[in-house]
């Protein structure tokens, strides 16, 4: 066993043996964690569940991100890029844990290479800089994106077959090749990692939103009329949260763990987020085959009139082939991660964006 593999596996038993202790006294021992993506949708509930426990995280921000999912939080600031690998070396300084949740998270984009840039590129130069700084344990945010699906719709899992050209659009293969990137490191560098594969969160501060917080925006203001027949994995956000916590105290160095929570049908998502609005849900099922003229079109406006990411796009229809079912058997047995029904992710996510004036 090299020096990392030998720090890696006597941390993970240190981490093992002291988890009484730690349940107990309900925090972390003194430590130094950064935290990247803190000011997202996912990373900034992984940065207030680590606040829960006692600790003070440390968070990488881009110069003139969108900070409001961290005002009023006990961390510490640090700005850097996932492309430039001097801001990582110094976002890691005393660093002895990492949570990598950063990610650019888009169906559709105009430059697939940026998105290569940080997802792929970024996360090898990141694990490289943890490797260097010797930080004893890292959880890196991959997603469900990567896995395979199973036949018949039945749900899939972590050992579940894949491959590269199963990979549907820019964001899934750049997932895809983050995590096979932070495998192969942690196999030839013995790089002290543990995976989490998150499904569909959703919950409050989406403040971006995301492409499924957009769907929730616009089916509970009335703009959807309409669906495709297909399935999502839905898990509440602080479910993930707690699901990133669970993998660092208990999760095996170099295994995977699926954070999911319910398979509901779009049509059922729909209406529970029309109901909590008073709406009507959208009752006109369409097929998938006549929507590909439309979502060509939705992508060339975006492209020549510099919008925002459209709603319904090519790789958005080819993924709606099939449901996207999961099951989180592994992470409940292994790590006791227990996601709550996903009508309450939606009933928060309704509320935090009523609130936050997204519905307006």
């Given amino acids: 066993m090299n020096g990392g593999g030998a720090r890696a596996f006597l941390f993970h038993s240190i981490c093992v043996c002291d988890l009484p202790y730690r349940a107990a006294a309900g925090k972390l021992p003194a430590m130094t964690t950064l935290v990247t993506g803190g000011t997202g949708f996912v990373g900034s509930a992984v940065v207030r569940a680590l606040i829960a426990r006692g600790e003070r995280p440390r968070c990488l921000v881009r110069p003139g991100s969108d900070r409001r999912n961290l005002n009023d939080l006990a961390v510490d600031l640090v700005e850097g890029d996932l492309t430039d690998a001097d801001s990582l070396a110094a976002a890691l300084q005393d660093c002895s844990a990492l949570f990598h949740v950063a990610a650019d998270y888009r169906i559709w984009v105009r430059d697939p290479a940026a998105m290569d840039r940080a997802n792929v590129q970024g996360t090898r130069q990141l694990m490289a800089a943890a490797l260097a700084q010797g930080v ?3 959880v890196y945010t991959s997603s469900v994106a990567v896995l395979g699906k199973a036949p018949g719709g039945t749900p899939a899992d972590e050992e579940t077959p894949v491959a590269l050209d199963d990979m549907i659009g820019v964001y899934k293969r750049s997932k895809f090749l983050a995590e096979e990137e932070v495998r192969r490191m942690q196999r030839e560098a013995g790089l002290p990692v543990v995976i989490v594969n998150p499904s ?22 009335g703009r959807v009329p309409a669906f495709v027949d297909t399935g999502l994995n839905v898990v509440h956000v602080d479910d993930v949260a707690a699901g990133h916590l669970l993998a660092y105290d208990k999760g095996v160095i170099g295994e995977r763990y699926l954070l999911g929570g319910e398979n509901l049908k779009l049509a059922e998502i729909l209406s529970q987020v029309a109901a909590l609005r008073g709406r009507r849900p959208p009752k006109i099922r369409l097929p998938r085959r006549p929507l590909f003229p439309l979502a060509y079109g939705a992508e060339v406006w975006a492209r020549v009139s510099g919008g925002k990411e459209p709603l319904l796009t090519v790789d958005g229809l080819k993924m709606a082939a099939k449901p996207m079912y999961f099951r989180h058997d592994k992470a409940a047995g292994a790590l006791g991660y227990q996601p709550r029904p996903a009508g309450e992710a939606i009933r928060d996510a309704v509320a935090w964006f009523e609130r936050e004036g997204y519905l307006g």
């Fill in 136 to 138: 004893e344990r890292v």
């Fill in 200 to 221: 569909t969160p959703i919950g409050p501060r989406d403040v971006k939103p995301t492409p499924t917080g957009r769907l929730v925006v616009e089916a509970a203001t």
